[in-house]
């Protein structure tokens, strides 16, 4: 099993609309998570970063939930510039990140 | 400073030569990170150094790659003898690491593009 797996999409939505990206992780000992977004060939950024009482910014909202450990992420009022690449991303330990596979969007007018 | 720096951006080599990739981090960033992404895959883990030592290395990082940061400044990394397997981005991350543990400031660079013809 993969330490974080997303499912890979891509999702289609028509602008306004709200999507939810799942992410589960395996070690239940992690304690902060984050949402990286990644244009197309170029580099990560970081999305958002989650902790236990979850976070909000904007129209993002990012949730984690350790019963089940599974980290989700709601993108409200979807805008054409939110297209990209999502990717979920646990703590390594040590400063390293192991990101998920990535979960593919795409706005249409 | 404006950010983390990376040199080449593209790289296209033939199989079997040598490459060696260049990383500038963010000037006050004591870590510097090495992550390779393939395409559809997110990035994976390499190597990663706190100054001029490094602490830990992926066992993904086979006995063709070597990497330096001579002066806890700027990083290398090479590939020895190049497999077409070898074609990915390869980012370069930097963050200034704490003593209380903190970790601030991750930023990755643009990458470089490897691709073996």
């Known amino acids: 099993r993969k330490e974080v797996e997303q499912d890979p999409g891509p999702f289609n939505v028509p602008e306004g609309a709200t999507v939810a990206f799942n992410c589960t992780y395996s070690?239940?000992?992690?304690?902060?998570f984050f949402w990286y977004r990644q244009d197309c060939r170029k580099e990560p950024k970081l999305l958002m970063s989650v902790y236990s009482s979850g976070n909000e910014d904007g129209r993002f909202t990012a949730q984690l939930n350790r019963a089940s450990q599974y980290i989700s992420l709601l993108i409200r009022d979807s805008k054409l510039s939110d297209s990209a690449t999502y990717l979920c991303?646990?703590?390594?330990?040590?400063?390293?990140?192991?990101f998920g596979q990535g979960t593919e969007l795409s706005v249409k007018p | 400073d404006t950010g983390v720096s990376q040199n080449p951006r593209h790289k296209i080599t033939k199989r079997g030569q040598n490459v060696t990739f260049r990383c500038d981090p963010i000037?006050?960033?004591?870590?510097l990170y090495w992550y390779r992404q393939t395409l559809g895959q997110g990035p994976e883990f390499l190597t990663y150094?706190?100054?001029?030592?490094?602490l830990e290395k992926s066992r993904l990082l086979s006995d063709r790659f070597s990497a330096e940061r001579p002066k806890g400044s700027f990083s290398t990394l090479e590939i020895q003898r190049t497999e077409q397997g070898d074609s990915a981005m390869y980012l370069c991350a930097s963050s200034l690491w704490g003593t209380g543990g903190q970790e601030y400031g991750y930023t990755f660079g643009s990458g470089t593009r490897l691709t073996v013809v």
């Open positions: 000037s006050e960033h004591n870590r």
């Open positions: 150094f706190q100054n001029e030592a490094q």
């Open positions: 991303v646990a703590p390594g330990g040590g400063g390293k990140l192991i």
């Open positions: 070690n239940s000992a992690s304690q902060s």
